[in-house]
């Protein structure tokens, strides 16, 4: 063990062991865990509105790929054959699923509705906007998309308006579909 010196004003010594900390040091070591731990509290609520958005994209894109994987394995509609699966972007909140019967039927099976605070910004092509209505099909089998837009992609942009941070979706013509 150690021993530490000590004078005293009045010039007396004393010795004492260096066993534990003194006050200054566990007030340096409280004031370092607080600061920590309010740049931690406030990451993580950040953290929190990222992994909502990040959710609400992965929504989307699993939206599209429904509608895909029915048309891809041959799903009726209403017991009929089944002309194509849909997505329509019918406003900036709300997807709705619906399948088109051999008859030219339309019915609305399904609706998708995002999040407080995300909204889709905008639907394009890559070259030119496209409105609210525009519907993605899948034809029967192969699975491949066609969009009302009239384009062999379509990019469908989210955004959170808390952060101002955008994601894309993206529906490829081949089927391909991912998140950006």
């Given at each position: 063990?150690?021993?530490?010196?000590?004078?005293?004003?009045?010039?007396?010594?004393?010795?004492?062991?260096?066993?534990?900390?003194?006050?200054?040091?566990?007030?340096?070591?409280?004031?370092?865990?607080?600061?920590?731990?309010?740049?931690?509290?406030?990451?993580?609520?950040?953290?929190?509105?990222?992994?909502?958005?990040?959710?609400?994209?992965?929504?989307?894109?699993?939206?599209?790929?429904?509608?895909?994987?029915?048309?891809?394995?041959?799903?009726?509609?209403?017991?009929?054959?089944t002309l194509g699966w849909i997505v329509v972007f019918t406003n900036a909140?709300?997807?709705?699923?619906?399948?088109?019967?051999?008859?030219?039927?339309?019915?609305?099976?399904?609706?998708?509705?995002?999040?407080?605070?995300?909204?889709?910004?905008g639907i394009t092509t890559g070259i030119s906007n496209c409105p609210f209505?525009?519907?993605?099909?899948?034809?029967?089998?192969?699975?491949?998309?066609?969009?009302?837009?009239?384009?062999?992609?379509?990019?469908?942009?989210?955004?959170?308006?808390?952060?101002?941070?955008?994601?894309?979706?993206?529906?490829?013509?081949?089927?391909?579909?991912?998140?950006?």
């Amino acid at each position: 063990m150690y021993n530490v010196e000590f004078t005293m004003y009045n010039g007396n010594k004393m010795l004492k062991s260096a066993h534990g900390f003194t006050l200054v040091e566990l007030l340096v070591v409280m004031a370092v865990m607080a600061i920590v731990g309010v740049f931690t509290l406030a990451n993580y609520k950040s953290f929190g509105e990222d992994q909502n958005f990040k959710n609400a994209a992965l929504d989307v894109q699993s939206f599209l790929r429904l509608a895909q994987s029915n048309s891809t394995s041959g799903l009726k509609c209403q017991s009929q054959d089944t002309l194509g699966w849909i997505v329509v972007f019918t406003n900036a909140t709300e997807l709705d699923l619906e399948c088109q019967n051999s008859s030219g039927i339309t019915s609305s099976l399904k609706k998708l509705s995002l999040p407080a605070d995300i909204s889709i910004s905008g639907i394009t092509t890559g070259i030119s906007n496209c409105p609210f209505g525009t519907t993605v099909t899948f034809a029967p089998l192969y699975g491949t998309m066609v969009s009302s837009c009239g384009s062999s992609s379509i990019i469908i942009t989210l955004l959170n308006s808390k952060t101002s941070n955008t994601k894309q979706v993206i529906v490829e013509q081949g089927g391909r579909i991912y998140a950006q």
